[in-house]
């Protein structure tokens, strides 16, 4: 099982970018993925996750700015990020737990201008 994550890069504040996590191999079923990050110099941290479901939590400092979303049938989770701010700058990382364990993509860097 390996999970890639991408849509990472430069952009400027105020505006947004797509994150997309894929999981792919050997999958039986795919339960709650989750979206962390990691600000230089500091600690990872839950920015968001959604259950098999669709139920969603979003940390405080993203709420009504950040979506996520998935569509099972690609295996595919999305992070829509919109009004982004120069402290939303960090390494953006999926977990998913798959088959009943958990796996870690590697981070993709999104980077903030003011």
């Known amino acids: 099982v390996q999970l890639q994550a991408s849509g990472g890069g430069l952009v400027q504040a105020g505006g947004s970018r797509r994150l997309s996590c894929v999981v792919s191999?050997?999958?039986?079923?795919?339960?709650?993925v989750a979206w962390y990050r990691q600000p230089p110099g500091k600690q990872r941290e839950l920015v968001a996750s959604?259950?098999?479901?669709?139920?969603?939590i979003y940390t405080d400092s993203v709420k009504g700015r950040f979506t996520i979303s998935r569509n099972n049938a690609r295996n595919t989770v999305y992070l829509l990020m919109d009004s982004l701010k120069p402290e939303d700058t960090a390494a953006y990382y999926c977990?998913?737990?798959?088959?009943?364990?958990?796996?870690w993509g590697k981070g993709t860097l999104v980077t903030v201008s003011s």
């Open positions: 191999g050997r999958i039986s079923h795919i339960d709650g």
């Open positions: 959604i259950t098999r479901s669709g139920d969603t």
């Open positions: 977990n998913a737990g798959v088959n009943g364990m958990p796996y």
